[in-house]
């Protein structure tokens, strides 16, 4: 597990944490790394979900999938991030989402209740994990409360130029791209991919914005 230290310690979760004692955790939680093709699933709704997922390469999807197979995406989780937090810490609580491998990864499992027990003293590097996790589902929080922002606006128009604007702002610039492709981001927002498409197209006449694929500029509406 060596190896892959120094991409945990630029991770939230191990912020702060020594080398030798992110070694020593990662030996505690009976951490375990797996690889997955493009298209599997990590997991599916309904499973049992004992560990968090640190996403060392690749991309995954956190879907959620209704009875006649209209597909939500919560999120997308890159290199460096982790999923599954909530549902690793409520032991017996199964999953309410799927995980979708979007390219090649590689993923690191870890076992928290290992060391997140009650009643054991915490070392100092121990300490700092449970800060950093109760920042990370923190974070977490704040994610899906965009989300809920995103799904609350009115109409198509409103949904991207608010999710637009986060992105602008999350990168501090105009020009970025973003992690989905057309049909993803009308997953992502709700919305269907034709009518999503149609209104880039009026957005971009209008003025409002600028785009080549994955690629975005936002524009004054000067």
């Given amino acids: ?7 945990l310690q630029k991770t939230a979760l191990f912020q702060d944490i020594e080398p030798g004692d992110i070694v020593q955790m990662l030996r505690d939680m009976g951490s375990h790394r797996h690889s997955y ?6 997991f599916y709704a309904g499973d049992e979900v004992n560990s968090i997922g640190i996403v060392l390469s690749g991309t995954v999807h956190i879907v959620q999938e209704d009875y006649w197979g209209n597909r ?10 982790m999923f599954a937090e909530a549902f690793a810490c409520l032991r017996g609580v199964r999953s309410a989402v799927d995980v979708v491998v979007m390219e090649k990864c590689e993923i690191l499992f870890i076992d928290i209740n290992r060391i997140l027990q009650a009643g054991v003293a915490f070392t100092k590097a121990q300490e700092a994990f449970a800060a950093n996790l109760l920042g990370v589902l923190a974070g977490k929080n704040m994610i899906l409360t965009k989300k809920i922002r995103y799904m ?19 990168r501090g610039k105009d020009t970025f791209s973003i992690n989905f492709n057309r049909q993803q981001l009308a997953d992502f927002l709700s919305v269907d991919r034709s009518a ?12 409002l914005i600028d785009y080549n694929r ?7 509406e000067e």
């Fill in 1 to 7: 597990m060596e190896k892959y230290v120094q991409v």
């Fill in 37 to 42: 093709e493009k298209g599997s699933f990590v």
């Fill in 72 to 81: 939500n995406i919560l999120t997308a989780v890159s290199a460096g991030e």
């Fill in 152 to 170: 609350s606006q009115r109409s198509t128009r409103k949904k991207l130029m608010v999710y637009l604007s986060d992105e602008a702002k999350k």
């Fill in 196 to 207: 999503m498409s149609a209104e880039l197209s009026r957005m971009k006449r209008d003025g």
């Fill in 214 to 220: 994955e690629w975005f500029t936002l524009l004054s």
